[in-house]
């Protein structure tokens, strides 16, 4: 049964991995769907447009899909380089693992690795990745814990390596900006309450998108990281992404990082 939650978690944090999980272990049933629908399909395609800004070629064998939920970005990896032999994939959420393997991607399994655990918590191997991707999982991170995520993108990365995280953002100086909150934060819990029995936990990932603002202080933390990182807008901001590169030792940003 769906219940109401209230607006915090058991420390009073929404930012605390154990309620973010409460949130999509509820949510994952109907994550597709929702995600789909009230989006209006722009969530396939800002995956899509992610994938693109990560940019890997044919040489790229193994990387991670960060808070992957579903896996809905693995088919976009797979086409965008049929050659990637493993895929790692890290979420907390036991719901939305469950669902990614029984509904979505038996056929893929043998290339698809599913950790279920905190990505911060978890203990990937340095310089294990040739891409790092993440679609949709940056919002319910802090600002210490987007630092942390930053510094683990540089960790497992190898030189060379290539990574890209995309969020539904706040698409400030939009002059449609206005309707774009008001479908966030009116619409979509209202259609959740009507249609989920009073649920609340597809309007806490509103709120969550809407504290997020957008990708550009967290392309400032992957900078700081020692990355090339690059800011890009999606459909006049309504999404954002943080894409770049590691530098292979002894390029000429990797020396200007030393200086
Ligand atoms: C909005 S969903 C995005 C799922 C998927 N990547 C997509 O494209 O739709 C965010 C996911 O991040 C996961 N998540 C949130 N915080 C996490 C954390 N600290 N560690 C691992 N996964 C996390 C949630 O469980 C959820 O499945």
Redesign the pocket.
């Known amino acids: 049964m769906t219940r109401p939650i209230g607006p915090t978690g058991p420390t009073g944090d929404i930012y605390d ?1 154990a309620f ?2 409460g ?3 509820r ?2 049933g109907k ?2 769907a929702f ?1 789909y629908v009230c989006s209006l399909g722009f ?1 396939e395609r800002w ?1 899509k447009q992610c994938v693109a800004a990560l940019g890997i070629d044919a040489s790229a064998r193994v990387g991670y ?9 693995w088919p976009h990896l797979l086409e965008a380089n049929p050659h990637i032999s493993q895929i790692t994939a ?4 036991a ?2 693992h469950q669902l990614a393997m029984k509904r979505l991607h038996a056929m893929r399994a043998h290339r698809i690795d599913f950790i279920e ?6 203990n990937l191997p340095a310089a294990s990745a040739d891409f790092v991707v ?4 940056l ?3 802090n600002a210490e ?1 987007q630092r942390k995520l930053a510094q683990l993108t540089a960790r497992v990365l190898k030189p060379g390596g290539r990574f890209a995280f ?1 969020e539904a953002s706040d698409p400030r100086g939009w002059w449609l900006r206005g309707l774009y909150l008001f479908h966030l934060k009116v619409v979509l819990p209202l259609v959740e309450r009507l249609l989920l029995r009073g649920a609340n936990d597809f309007a806490m ?1 509103g709120t ?1 998108s809407t504290n997020f603002g957008d990708a550009r202080v967290f392309v400032d933390m992957l900078r700081a990281q020692g990355l090339n990182a690059e800011f890009r807008k999606a459909f006049f901001g309504c999404a954002t992404i943080a894409c770049g590169a590691k530098p292979v030792l002894g390029s000429a940003d990797m020396n200007d990082a030393a200086i």
């Open positions: 991995p973010v999980k949130v999509f272990d949510c994952s994550y597709i995600s969530t995956r899909d960060l808070m992957a939920g579903t896996g809905e970005v890290v979420d907390l959420s719901g939305m655990d905190d990505v911060l918590a978890s993440s679609t949709f999982g919002k319910t991170f814990q995309i990932i969550y």
